[in-house]
C-alpha cells in the first residue's frame, strides 16, 4: 500500500511537471521564436567607428599638385544600421572629419603665385553619410561580407591655410628665421562637399573608395581656382564587440 501511494504521487509530480512545460511554450512562443530587435542580429544596430584615407593619384592635369601620403582624411563617427532583409540593410552615418591636403610648391601654385617653405590647406567637416548595404556570402561573427554604395554631404565649419615661410635675411649671423602664418574664413572655400562612395568591408574592416562630386574653391579674385584631387582611399574600422553572434 505504501508503494503503491510513493508510485501515484511520483506520477501526480510528472504529470504537473510535463503540463507546466507545455502551458509555457504555448504562451510564449513568438517570445521564443522572434529575432531580436536590437544589436548586431537585430533590426536596429548602432556602432562607432573611425575612418582613415589617402589621396590615389595625382588628380587631373589642371589640379593643385599634393604629396599624397601627406595628404590624408580622418573621420570619426556614429553610424546606424537598418536591417531590410538578410542580404540588404540601409547603412546612416554622422561623422566629423578632417581633410588635410599637404600642397607643393611647383608653378601651378594657388591661390597665389609666392612660393612657401611649406603649405597645408585643412577643412573641417560635419558629414552625413546614407548608403544600401549588400551582404554576399555566409555571415560570419559580426558583418561577414559586403558592399556599401552611398553618398555623403558635408559642411565646411572650418577652413584653414597653414604656411610656412622663410624669411630673407643678409646678414649671414643670424640664423634662419621662419614665420608660421594660419589663414581662417577663406572666401574662396565653398560651405558645402558632396561624395559618392564605394566599400568593400569584411566583418570589422572596410575598403572605401571616395570621390568628391563638387568643387572644393569657388572664383579668387574673379579668378577661377584649380581644383583639389578628387579620389580617396581609406580604411574604415568599426567599434563592436558581441560575444556569439549567430547568422540572421
Known amino acids: 500500500m505504501r508503494r503503491k501511494k510513493i508510485f501515484l504521487f511520483v506520477f501526480f509530480l ?9 502551458l509555457i511554450f504555448e504562451e510564449f512562443p513568438q517570445k521564443i521564436l522572434e529575432p531580436p530587435v536590437y544589436g548586431i ?14 589621396l590615389l593619384g595625382p588628380g587631373g592635369a589642371d589640379s593643385i599638385k599634393t604629396h599624397a601620403f601627406l595628404s590624408s582624411s580622418y573621420a570619426l563617427g556614429l553610424r546606424y544600421n ?9 547603412v546612416n552615418d554622422f561623422a566629423y572629419r578632417i581633410k588635410s591636403f599637404n600642397i607643393k610648391q611647383n608653378n601651378n601654385r594657388f591661390p597665389d603665385t609666392l612660393t612657401y617653405k611649406k603649405e597645408k590647406l585643412n577643412f573641417n567637416q560635419l558629414c552625413l553619410s546614407s548608403a544600401i548595404r549588400f551582404i554576399y556570402g555566409k555571415k560570419r561573427r559580426y558583418f561577414g561580407k559586403y558592399i556599401d554604395i552611398g553618398a555623403t554631404a558635408a559642411w565646411n565649419f572650418n577652413t584653414t591655410r597653414y604656411l610656412k615661410q622663410e624669411l630673407e635675411n643678409t646678414d649671414p649671423t643670424f640664423k634662419k628665421q621662419i614665420a608660421k602664418i594660419h589663414q581662417r574664413d577663406l572666401s574662396y572655400v565653398n560651405s558645402f562637399e558632396a561624395d559618392a562612395f564605394i566599400a568593400f568591408g569584411f566583418e570589422k574592416v572596410q575598403l572605401k573608395l571616395q570621390y568628391r562630386l563638387t568643387d ?17 582611399v581609406g580604411l574604415n574600422f568599426k567599434f563592436v564587440s558581441v560575444e556569439k553572434p549567430d547568422g540572421w
Open 216 to 232: 572644393c574653391f569657388t572664383k579668387y579674385n574673379g579668378i577661377k581656382l584649380p581644383e583639389l584631387p578628387r579620389l580617396m
Open 82 to 90: 537598418l536591417k531590410l532583409s538578410k542580404k540588404i540593410n540601409w
Open 41 to 54: 542580429k537585430g533590426k536596429h544596430f548602432v556602432y562607432f567607428f573611425n575612418e582613415g584615407s589617402f
Open 14 to 22: 510528472s504529470g504537473i511537471f510535463l503540463f507546466s512545460q507545455k
